[in-house]
């Protein structure tokens, strides 16, 4: 069975760094893209980042949070990681590790995802 259990949320204050990550189990991470979504109170869950299987190796970032945040995979712990830098109060949200049995690639809007984790909060307040 898929599963996937995000942690590493908190609270921070602005230009602090968090490290999330999301821990996987019930399959082969290699094989397996992986993305990072998040959604503020009152708004729709948006992509962050995204990282496709081993075999295809390209690396998604929404604009939003490009040059600050950065995606990485430990396939041999089955964990992905989220490093965010440099953190905005629009940065806070639930970030949710998601991925997708159908594609081995990471897809693009509207994703389509197909196994989510549960979330974990972030957020960044002074």
């Known amino acids: 069975q898929v599963q996937l259990v995000e942690s590493g949320g908190g609270l921070v204050k602005p230009g602090g760094s968090l490290r999330l990550s999301c821990a996987t189990s019930g399959f082969t991470l290699d094989y397996y893209a992986i993305g990072w979504f998040r959604q503020a109170p009152g708004k729709e869950r948006e992509g962050v980042s995204c990282?496709?299987?081993?075999?295809?190796?390209?690396?998604y970032y929404a604009d939003s949070v490009k040059g600050r945040f950065t995606i990485s995979r430990d396939n041999a712990e089955n964990t992905v990681y989220l490093q965010m830098n440099s953190l905005k109060p629009e940065d806070t949200a639930v970030y949710y590790c998601?991925?997708?049995?159908?594609?081995?690639?990471?897809?693009?809007?509207?994703?389509?995802?197909?196994?989510w984790g549960q979330g974990t909060p972030v957020t960044v307040s002074s």
């Open positions: 998601a991925t997708w049995e159908s594609t081995m690639r990471c897809p693009r809007e509207p994703w389509d995802v197909e196994v």
């Open positions: 990282t496709s299987s081993t075999i295809y190796g390209s690396i």
